[in-house]
């Protein structure tokens, strides 16, 4: 039931979030409340297992919210801009060298291997390919490998002392 009621809550919350200022009560309409309320209860009875699962409610800690947030916001944010960067300048002279290696990000939880997985494939450039589910170890295309780094070969692309490393963050995030 805990379950249940914290991704309802959860679910409510961000409903809130993305509707606020159209309507009359505050910022919200009555029928629009109730809509919200509906929606995350369906929310809630689908992904309850998800968002808690095994009884697991790190994820209910809003301490971890924010720093999802300042994640998403810092380093997620300044990533994507390099990347984007990176992609045009890439593709206007044609200096690409392309193809797939292995990083080992040494995440423990299917959160966190989510998260890192979607933080890859959302910057450009980039692409997670597959997830090993023994080692959870990830297969990413990659643009532009650098000289000296075979395709299929082993890598710490991902320098996990770095400030701006996404495996550090997602580590302070999901575990």
Known sequence: MIPFILTALFAFIIYL???AGSGELVLWSGPELAMGAFLSLVTATISRGFFCANRDYRMANPVRWGTLAAYLIGPFFIEMAKANVDVAYRVITGRIRPGIVRIRPGLKTDLGVLLLANSITLTPGTL???VD??????FVHMINIKPGVEQKETADIMDVEAFFSFPRWIRRIAE
Do not use: P
């Open 128 to 130: 997670t390919v597959h």
């Open 133 to 138: 589910e023994e080692t959870n170890d990830f």
């Open 17 to 19: 979030l993305l509707t």
